[in-house]
């Protein structure tokens, strides 16, 4: 549609949508609705399930201005980035309302708490890679956390935005290859690439926060995060149009502080998300935490554990003063389920969005604190002091908010209703014109029906007549003289007379001054609470990490764990451990069976496993990843006792699965994983292989297991648990210093097998394959040729054809047969030809 032959009101959408990206769709507000035209509409309509219409030939579609948050969230889930163009002014007959985009939601921007998880943070990040760097930036626009990091490998990169889990993931234009490197993720939007220059982003950041230089902050040299963090504040100042006033530091992100867990690995130890649902993971399992900002925390701490022994310390102590002191603890966990989301709170009011009932969540926080800090002053601890100094009591501002707004303001401060009676006599004043003049109008349509006998007379209102009087069709004989005719419509005539008009002045006058003068000082009062942004931001914080510390201690008191002991050394020591998710899911009935771990550097860095499938070997393994990671949050153990020397980094290699996107297979996905660890894995790591090789021949696999077992324990030093089905590889325990064999246990009884789910040492005799088979279903017949054709290839022949089946092939795998140690230099390695 040209200009020319448009509407007013279409040639002002036409003009503001020219303004925004393609790739925007436009909510272009009209009335009580939003709007969508041309082919913003086509896109819109079957994603929002809503009818497409045509007017004058344009296509378009709506939806209800009270219930556009939910379809604008379809629109976000489905990977669309929206437009708000509100009305700026008020409708005047005769005059087109004004209209501008306030703002664009996208993925990475969501403010609305409806529309977001409330214990995971909503990352909004970006990459860019250097000559010799790659650097991340990422923020959450509804906290104003910022954070920035570099890395030398793409891998190291892709683990990270795993961490993060980025609902939106900036790229410039120029660098789609570096996308590709990444593995593609969904969540990507290129942009500009000069959003990226280092001198724009470089004053783009001095200029926000307000400094000459970012050394201040730590980031001396970190020319490809800085980049990258320039980009982000410039697409939410310049693209989405947001205040960003409430990021007021940007930190650092220092991998060495943290314990690395590799994407691969996170995923099979099941952190924060697992196949069978949230319930099954390691996270589920730790959070009791009572506030939003507390369970956004400690999801932080189990995706990022700590490598520092004082802080590891200091978080032990905090805990076991909580465990200590059970009233106290009681009392802080009361005290927390009071407080709202502060962080989310503060930025929506930061932008612009939030009302009287985030200033009410905001006071009711506030309130709290210094019961709080009278709590926390009675532990005499000097962990919790450290604390209190960031937690301030702004419960006079909480009294001014509480004092001056109603229970339940109304969701929209612009239509008043937001102040107590009292607060403001003028205010009070303009109320009870407004309110004689509505009785004044009630009592004047009771006269004119008396005056007139015309028993069906109304007055109504609307917003661009204001007042008038309606009479249907039938009745228009009756119609007094002083009735002057107003606008006809199909059932009735509309009138107004001298005398209405005048009281309507005086309605809509006083009504009007007072919506805005309660909008004046709404905007006063959340300014007043604004001035205090930085002191609500630290005490968020503290509150954040005290309702973790609280959780912790909540689920050590609940589940019986015990504090391990900490130190730099490499042993890995741990009696009676249980499975942390596992041990809190059993039904009515079970008991978990505990079992023991014994890792050190000069007799047992390397455990190989045996026993059959099902039996509790993999179990076992995440079993001792994860305690050593919950020791490393700060956390206590299910376990009797425990001491775990510091790792730095954590490997697993579990379960099989194909990468069909890559076209990888499930041999081919395990090679890669393996290949990380050991060429990244150190002395200091800990590494958990489960069936390293199963997923090629028998000969080929048994060598890759056995090759990786030695470079593991005569390169690396690793402390390593590592499982296996190939027996033969057990032989390496009297070769190597640091080798020690265990098994699960099992007890045969009737051509069955019990799981004892106990690691014990030794090798297991055999792999109970068949009765494995048999308790999963097999059919009998194939049980007992399975049986038959074992017993021959465990004699040296080749099986006889079954009357029953069809004829085996012709060609038989040889024999594999134990390995034979010598004396020489080759002592331990496999024999595989006798």
Known sequence: MSDASATPMMKQYLAIRRELPEDVLLFFRLGDFYELFFEDAKTAAPLLNVSLTKRNGVPMCGVPHHASQGYIAKLIKAGKRVAIAEQTTDPVPGKIVERAVSQILSAGTVHDLNLLESNRSNYLAAVFRTAKKLGLAYVDLTTGEFEVAEFKEAVDLVDELERIQASELLHSEEQRDLLVALGSPTCALAVEGYLFLEDQADHALTQHFKVKSLDGFGCQGLTAALCAAGCILQYLQFQLRRNVDHIQRLRVAQTSDFVL????????????????????????????????MGGRKLRHWVLHPLRDLVQLTQRQ????????????????????????????????????????????????????????????????????????????????????????????????????????????????????????????????????IERTGIKSLKIKYNAVFGYFIEITKANVGSVPADYHRKQTTVNSERYITDELKRMEDKILGAEERSKALEYEEFIGLRSQVLAHLAEIQETAAVLAV???????????????????????????????????????????????????????????????????????????????????????????????????????????????????????????????????????????????????????????????AWSVAEHLHDHIGARALFATHYHEITALAQSRSAVKNYNVAVKEWNQQIIFLRKILPGCAEKSYGIQVARLAGLPENVIQRAKEVLAQLESGHQPAESVTDVPMPTSVPAKVKKPRLTNNADAG??????
């Open 261 to 292: 867990i590799d994407a691969a690995s996170q995923s099979h130890l099941e952190l924060v998300t697992a196949r069978g649902g949230a319930q099954h993971t390691l996270l589920s399992a730790l959070d009791r935490t009572c506030t939003p």
């Open 546 to 704: 005290l309702d973790a510390l609280c959780s912790l201690a909540e689920t050590a008191r609940l589940f019986n764990y015990t504090r391990p002991i900490l130190n730099d050394t490499r042993h890995l020591f741990i009696r009676d451990g249980r499975h942390p998710v596992l041990d809190q899911n059993l039904t009515s009935g079970e008991r978990f069976v505990p079992n023991d771990v014994t890792l050190e550097p000069e007799e047992s860095r390397l455990i190989l496993i045996t026993g059959p499938n099902m039996a509790g070997k993999s179990t076992y393994l995440r079993q001792t990843a994860l305690l050593t990671l919950m020791a490393q949050i700060g956390s206590y153990l299910p376990a009797t006792s425990a001491e775990i020397g510091l790792v730095d980094r954590i490997f697993t290699r579990i379960g099989a699965s194909d990468d069909l996107a890559r076209g990888q297979s499930t041999f081919m996905v395990e090679m890669n994983e393996t290949a990380l660890i050991l060429n990244n894995a150190t002395e200091r790591s800990l590494v958990i292989l489960d069936e390293i090789g199963r997923g090629t021949s028998t000969f080929d696999g048994l060598s890759i």
């Open 829 to 834: 390695q496999l024999v595989l030809f006798g």
């Open 317 to 448: 102590d905090m805990v076991a003063t909580l465990l200590a002191e059970s009233l106290l603890l009681g009392q802080l966990r009361t005290l927390l389920k009071e407080v709202r989301d502060l962080e989310r709170t503060s930025s929506r009011l930061s932008q612009g969005s939030g009302n009287g009932r985030d200033l009410l969540a905001m006071a009711a926080s506030l309130e709290v604190v210094p019961s709080l800090k009278m709590a926390l002053e009675q532990a005499h601890s000097a962990d919790f002091a450290r604390l209190l100094v960031s937690l301030h009591d702004l419960s006079a501002l909480a009294t001014q908010i509480q004092q001056a707004l109603v229970e339940e303001p109304p969701m929209q401060i612009k239509e008043g209703g937001v102040f107590r009676p009292g607060y403001l006599p003028e205010l009070d004043e303009l109320r009870d014109a407004s309110t004689l003049g509505r009785q004044w109008i009630a009592d004047l349509q009771n006269r004119e």
